[in-house]
């Protein structure tokens, strides 16, 4: 009854009508969006179809005989409609596998995409994947506001929104992200590190879905102080990248942004993440960034990552 094919380019549109309807796919996994760094990755994405309809999709790249699910993403695994139920779900890795292998596939890195970024129930794959054997290589922590639970600032956090409040702050919706990638490089690159996207891939991933990463700054007197890059998702919102300069930290600015965030924009929402706190495949924890996070009332969720042996 369902059959597994490769995704070719042909099948674009299609692909992201099914991610818009789908129970666990978002932005990341429409083509628009995965594709912007195509050139990085060798494709080898799937469509699950049911009588010459697509069902679900499996975003994946290959590298020698590996597939990841996918290198270029947060999070994906199995697209998933409410066409796919557990038992079909069952039949639908067994092909998966048995095309992979026809390529000369050994293993799959199965990126699951975590709960609060579902619209409806999607862990069939999880369970699929247990029963074949796979293993979980990797977890990762990252915390997450439950908007409409029992969630607080501690006294602390509140204290500094409070303060920064009078500094004459002004929170606004940027328009260019120039300035503020300028300001995450040089905050990142004190750490060692650099920004995933570089300001020409923000500027496009932006003018592609402009509904849907959104940035947000704190100014005083045009100076950037503080930046919020959001991206929403519906029920739930994600900051993907978080700056504040020199003055920023020392008026509060990025503490006053994120409560008007989570507080005031987001307010309706179900989901605020901040991602992930952790280090070397998840086995390390930077208790300082967590303990920021948990400030703002946020707990932990995880991340898994498992590997499949074919």
């Known amino acids: 009854m369902f059959s597994v094919r490769p995704y070719t380019v042909a099948d674009a549109h299609a692909w992201d009508a099914l991610v818009e309807r789908s129970r666990n796919g978002n932005l990341l996994h429409r083509r628009g969006y995965m594709d912007y760094h195509a050139d990085r990755f060798v494709d080898r994405s799937l469509i699950i179809e049911r009588h ?69 129930p999607a862990e069939e794959d999880v369970y699929a994947l247990h029963r074949l054997g796979a293993r979980l290589r990797r977890r990762d922590l990252s915390s997450v506001i439950a908007l409409s ?103 509060n600015a990025l503490s006053l942004l994120l409560a008007e965030l989570i507080g005031g924009i987001y307010a309706d929402r179900s989901f605020f993440s901040f991602g992930i706190s952790t280090e070397h495949e998840g086995r390390a924890l930077n208790g300082g960034l967590v303990t920021q996070k948990e400030h703002f009332g946020a707990r932990a969720i995880v991340h898994d990552f498992y590997e499949w042996t074919l």
């Open 52 to 120: 010459g309809e697509a069902v679900a999709v499996f975003p994946a790249n290959i590298q020698g005989k590996v597939v990841t699910s996918h290198g270029g993403l947060t999070y994906a695994g199995l697209i998933t409609t409410h066409a796919l139920r557990a038992e079909s779900t069952l039949d639908v890795f067994g092909q998966i596998a048995d095309h992979y292998r026809t390529l000369g596939v050994e293993r799959v890195i199965y990126k699951a995409v975590p709960h609060i970024f579902h619209a409806y």
């Open 149 to 251: 639970g029992p969630f607080h600032f501690t006294r602390s956090r509140q204290r500094t929104v409070d303060k920064a409040r009078k500094c004459g702050i002004g929170l606004q919706t940027g328009t260019d992200p120039a300035d503020f990638h300028a300001l995450l490089t040089e905050v990142l690159h004190r750490h060692g590190t650099r920004p995933t996207h570089s300001l020409a891939e923000l500027r496009l991933l932006q003018a592609r879905f402009p509904q849907h990463i959104v940035l947000y700054e704190a100014r005083r007197e045009e100076a950037l102080l503080a930046g919020a890059l959001v991206y929403d998702f519906g029920r739930t919102v994600h900051t993907q990248y978080l700056a504040a300069s020199e003055e920023g930290r020392r008026l």
